[in-house]
């Protein structure tokens, strides 16, 4: 079983930053893609930022010069460094990973419970 654990949501003023954390434990080979997903209400879930084990990211235009995603492989651990935040911003992120479990052949998904970021304004 792999386990994920989000935290640093909670609520922020407009223009505040945040820095969420992910990490992932369990019985793991190793872990490719890492990324954060958001899902506001009445709306679908979106990808925020992602970055590869080899380090190349990638964001959503909405978020770009403002957020920085980043990993620390030998902790499993992907952050999300958000800086002038939005009340658009305001979502559940959710922590997404490519997992190769040990022993196997084979990449699963994983997502976190998600961790609530309020902006307000």
């Known amino acids: 079983q792999v386990q994920l654990v989000e935290s640093g949501g909670g609520l922020v003023q407009a223009g505040g930053s945040l820095r969420l954390s992910c990490a992932v434990s369990?019985?793991?080979?190793?872990?490719?893609?890492m990324g954060w997903y958001r899902q506001a209400p009445g709306n679908q879930r979106e990808l925020v930022a992602s970055?590869?084990?080899?380090?190349?990211?990638n964001y959503a235009g909405s978020v770009k010069g403002r957020f920085t995603i980043s990993r620390d492989n030998a902790k499993n651990t992907v952050y999300l460094q958000m800086n002038s935040l939005k009340p658009e911003d305001t979502a559940v992120y959710y922590c997404?990973?490519?997992?190769?479990?040990?022993?196997?052949?084979?990449?699963?998904?994983?997502w976190g419970k998600g961790t609530l970021v309020t902006v307000s304004s």
């Open positions: 997404n990973t490519e997992v190769q479990p040990s022993g196997a052949q084979y990449v699963l998904h994983y």
């Open positions: 369990g019985n793991i080979y190793s872990i490719n893609t």
């Open positions: 970055i590869t084990r080899g380090g190349s990211t």
